[in-house]
């Protein structure tokens, strides 16, 4: 079973005990949440970590809000390239 399977602890159905595999993980299919999206949203996360720490800035801890981080990473990588277009735009038709 890979990362992506498995379930973080806290995203467990209630009232349902972790069962273990032979290799001692938890079985996969008890998440209630668990999805690609959310591997996607920690790989994200995970990178933009990586880029606090080396900025020098704080990050959150991982898996406190990583939702919240990786769309606000989105949402300024985002405005910046608007604006480089927008700059590029008035630099080639106004000059």
């Known amino acids: ?3 992506s399977l498995l379930c973080p602890v806290g995203n467990r159905k209630p009232n349902v005990p972790i069962q273990m595999s032979n290799f ?3 079985v ?3 998440c209630s949440t668990w999805s690609r999206a959310q591997t996607v949203i920690g790989f994200l996360a995970n990178i933009f970590r990586q ?3 080396i900025v020098g800035i704080t990050a959150p801890a ?3 809000n990583d ?6 990473w989105l949402a300024v ?4 390239i608007l604006w480089v277009g ?3 735009y008035l630099m080639l038709y106004v000059f």
């Open 86 to 88: 927008f700059v590029l």
């Open 67 to 72: 939702r919240k981080f990786v769309f606000i």
């Open 1 to 3: 079973m890979g990362p």
């Open 24 to 26: 001692g993980r938890p």
């Open 62 to 64: 991982p898996g406190t």
């Open 28 to 30: 996969a299919g008890l």
């Open 51 to 53: 880029v606090h720490w």
């Open 77 to 80: 990588i985002g405005f910046v």
